[in-house]
């Protein structure tokens, strides 16, 4: 149980196009999910993390209108990145905060590639 | 000073040896201690939780000492599965937000 997918796995896109990437709880749900991204040879940095019903909580630095997160059910979050550009490109990976009471684990997606040219 | 910080590696070890990753995190209020494994363009996976009183998983074995704001992970009896990027993860307050290191690449060689 507690498997979480991304889609799409990879997308190439032109400069100033909008990229959406799905983030859903396949057999749980999941009130908060979280978006992270990661640069080649860098951390994971977490963007934004996403609660069913409300905006987004966005980190410090992360354009929240340029990065678009819908959280509107309890198995679905997406992400729109808006004009993307190359420096955009990245590995972007999502998360669901397991429901459990006391259980704070959090589940990952295999994330999407995302290249800009 | 980063939030977590890991050994810079690499790290490239014979099959059978025994390595050992160390991390420190800045955050005193920091509560809860994980390692991640991340095998090259894929996502992290949970490798453990870490207790303050130290837990062992096979051949995994974690230590977090809350004093000195420093965990690490022993893996005795390498593997060549073992092979990956080894992510320290801190998470603190009550927002379950995980905050992670760059990550030390562990490579097994035959």
């Known amino acids: 149980g507690a498997v979480v997918s991304q889609h799409p796995s990879r997308v190439i896109c032109k400069s100033g196009t909008s990229v959406k990437i799905e983030c859903r709880s396949l057999?749980?749900?999941?009130?908060?999910m979280f978006w992270y991204r990661q640069f080649p040879k860098q951390s994971l940095m977490l963007m934004a993390t996403?609660?069913?019903?409300?905006?987004?909580?966005?980190e410090q630095g992360v354009e929240k209108d340029k990065f678009l997160i819908n959280h509107a059910s309890l198995t679905l979050s997406t992400l729109t990145v808006t004009s993307a550009h190359p420096e955009d490109s990245s590995f972007y990976i999502c998360?669901?905060?397991?429901?459990?009471?006391?259980?704070?684990?959090?589940?990952f997606g295999p994330g999407t590639r995302l290249t800009v040219l | 000073r980063k939030e977590v910080e890991q050994d810079p590696g690499p790290f490239n070890v014979p099959e059978g040896a025994t390595v050992a990753f160390n991390c420190t995190y800045s955050?005193?209020?920091?509560?809860?201690f994980f390692w991640y494994r991340q095998d090259c363009r894929k996502e992290p996976k949970l490798l453990m939780s870490?207790?303050?009183s130290g837990n062992e998983d096979g051949r995994f074995t974690a230590q977090l000492n809350r004093a000195s704001q420093y965990i690490s992970l022993l893996i005795r009896d390498s593997k060549l599965s073992d092979s990956a990027t080894y992510l320290c993860?801190?998470?603190?307050?009550?927002?379950?937000?995980?905050?992670f290191g760059k990550g030390t690449l562990l490579t097994v060689n035959p």
């Open positions: 998360s669901a905060l397991a429901p459990w009471e006391g259980y704070n684990e959090q589940f």
């Open positions: 057999d749980f749900q999941a009130t908060t």
């Open positions: 996403s609660n069913e019903g409300s905006k987004a909580t966005y």
């Open positions: 955050n005193s209020a920091s509560q809860s």
């Open positions: 870490v207790y303050s």
């Open positions: 993860v801190v998470t603190g307050g009550s927002n379950y937000k995980l905050t």
